[in-house]
């Protein structure tokens, strides 16, 4: 159980924003939502995490809701090699975390 | 930097063979190790994890077991494989929370 909820496929073109929702309506105080992504055949890649405040980094920002029962991973400007599964988890800080990946999101960045 | 290696990247093998994937950590000390498998169209499932040598979780009781003889060296292991033991497996590394996973190995039992 991911505990958390993301549409199975988006379509974005190339060059423009990328946005990605989940919803985590259960999420607990101390739980953090981390984004990871895999192409194809590759480990997945760590994007950015956060707790209640926006984050920005040189990959996405993260868009958290001011409840936290929702988050928004923003791709601001999307590339080919931007296509792959962005997975949305819940991981309590301080925990030896058992991230619980569920079916994602299968982002498709077209020309 | 931390760099994470996996090897194999592929292996076939087939049923009731012993099993030895191997993960190590460069760039760091002390890190907390995991063991996930990812099945075909699934998510991730995590097997072990470890915070130290010797020290060994197991989340999910199966045919599998895990070992960590040294600070930055994880091995998966099984004495007789099953078809069921397929799948994408996956090392992780992580000092705080943000785990950082290797590229993989990818076992195919037949």
């Known amino acids: 159980d991911a505990k958390t909820t993301q549409p199975p496929s988006m379509d974005c073109a190339e060059g423009r924003a990328a946005n990605l929702p989940c919803n985590h309506s259960?999420?607990?105080?101390?739980?953090?939502v981390y984004w990871y992504r895999q192409i194809h055949s590759q480990g997945p890649q760590y994007i950015i995490h956060?707790?209640?405040n926006n984050e920005t980094n040189e990959m996405a920002s993260l868009i958290i809701t001011e409840d936290r029962k929702s988050s928004t991973l923003i791709l601001p400007h999307a590339t080919l090699r931007d296509t792959a599964v962005y997975y949305c988890?819940?991981?309590?800080?301080?925990?030896?975390?058992?991230?619980?990946f569920g079916k994602g999101t299968k982002l498709s960045v077209k020309p | 930097s931390q760099t994470i290696h996996q090897w194999p990247a592929t292996l076939v093998q087939p049923v009731g063979s012993p099993l030895s994937l191997e993960c190590t950590v460069e760039g760091t000390s002390n890190p907390n190790l995991y063991w996930y498998r990812q099945a075909a169209g699934r998510g991730l499932q995590l097997l072990f994890y470890?915070?130290?040598?010797?020290?060994i979780s197991s989340e999910v009781p199966q045919n599998l077991s895990a070992s960590r003889p040294q600070d930055r060296q994880f091995i998966l292991s099984s004495k007789k494989l099953l078809l069921s033991d397929s799948g994408f497996y996956l090392c992780?590394?992580?000092?705080?929370?943000?785990?950082?996973f290797g590229p993989g190995t990818r076992l195919t039992v037949l």
């Open positions: 956060g707790l209640k």
């Open positions: 259960t999420i607990s105080g101390n739980e953090y």
């Open positions: 992780a590394w992580s000092l705080a929370d943000t785990q950082y």
């Open positions: 988890n819940r991981l309590r800080g301080g925990s030896q975390g058992n991230l619980i």
């Open positions: 470890s915070v130290g040598i010797g020290q």
